[in-house]
């Protein structure tokens, strides 16, 4: 069945430094690549997404490229601030079934101190 | 504001009681979904509805009941509920439940705890 496997947390980082959160993923199809957000005490935002092999997610300084050779989808941002602090989730949408609900990584939560 | 309102935000209640909680989208969504969101555990997929016709449950406990009068509206009937039950509840909505880059957008959720 499909899978998504996040890196282990937490993570602290200073204001300023990159970051990133390594995600790779297990699907029997062609998967659709999502990184979520939430915030404390909010729902889950979508971040960013990308749809096909090579494509590029970007949003509030964060990208993640959909790397089909090594499954992975791999968030970075150059420079953390301290309201980037929440939980990254990376979850897939695979084509195959009659759904396309999300199966999601276990999440990592990100702070970034001052 | 993502467009995906649940209520309510919090809610305590014994293994007796029964409550319901609630969920509206305002996005003109035909699918709408439940997710369980326990401490520690990846969120778990627990009911879907596309066009107001349940399309997947994924073994859920019948203590727990969903139900979707149309597409903009979803409920989740909780009855005799256990401690272990607490958790937050996302309730999310996308355009249909078989687009494969379909984005689902999540409201804010309902915390549940269970006495």
């Known amino acids: 069945g499909d899978s998504v496997t996040q890196m282990e947390g937490p993570v602290t980082l200073s204001e300023e430094a990159f970051l990133t959160i390594n995600c790779t993923y297990t699907?029997?199809?062609?998967?659709?690549l999502f990184w979520y957000v939430q915030y404390p005490g909010e729902g889950l935002q979508l971040l960013l997404k990308?749809?096909?092999?090579?494509d590029k997610g970007s949003n509030k300084g964060f990208e993640a490229t959909y790397r089909k050779e090594t499954t992975s989808f791999h968030l970075e941002k150059g420079s953390v601030q301290v309201s980037d602090s929440a939980v990254y989730f990376c979850?897939?949408?695979?084509?195959?079934?009659?759904?396309?609900?999300?199966?999601f990584g276990k999440g990592i939560t990100l702070s970034v101190r001052p | 504001e993502t467009g995906v309102t649940q209520t309510p935000r919090h809610l305590v209640m014994g293994m007796t009681n029964k409550k319901s909680l609630k969920c509206e989208q305002h996005?003109?969504?035909?699918?709408m979904y439940w997710y369980k969101q326990s401490a520690k555990k990846p969120l778990e997929l627990m009911f879907v509805?596309?066009?107001?016709?349940?399309?997947e449950n994924n073994s859920v406990p019948s203590r727990f009941s969903p139900e979707c009068p149309n597409s903009s509206h979803l409920f989740l009937h909780l009855h005799t509920l256990q401690p272990e039950d607490s958790a937050l509840y996302l309730c999310?909505?996308?355009?249909?439940?078989?687009?494969?880059?379909?984005?689902?957008?999540f409201g804010e959720g309902s915390w549940l705890t269970v006495v």
């Open positions: 999310a909505s996308s355009q249909d439940d078989r687009g494969i880059g379909n984005t689902i957008y």
């Open positions: 699907a029997t199809g062609y998967p659709s």
């Open positions: 990308a749809t096909k092999a090579d």
């Open positions: 979850a897939l949408s695979d084509r195959t079934g009659a759904n396309s609900k999300l199966t």
């Open positions: 996005l003109g969504h035909n699918a």
């Open positions: 509805y596309n066009f107001k016709e349940q399309t």
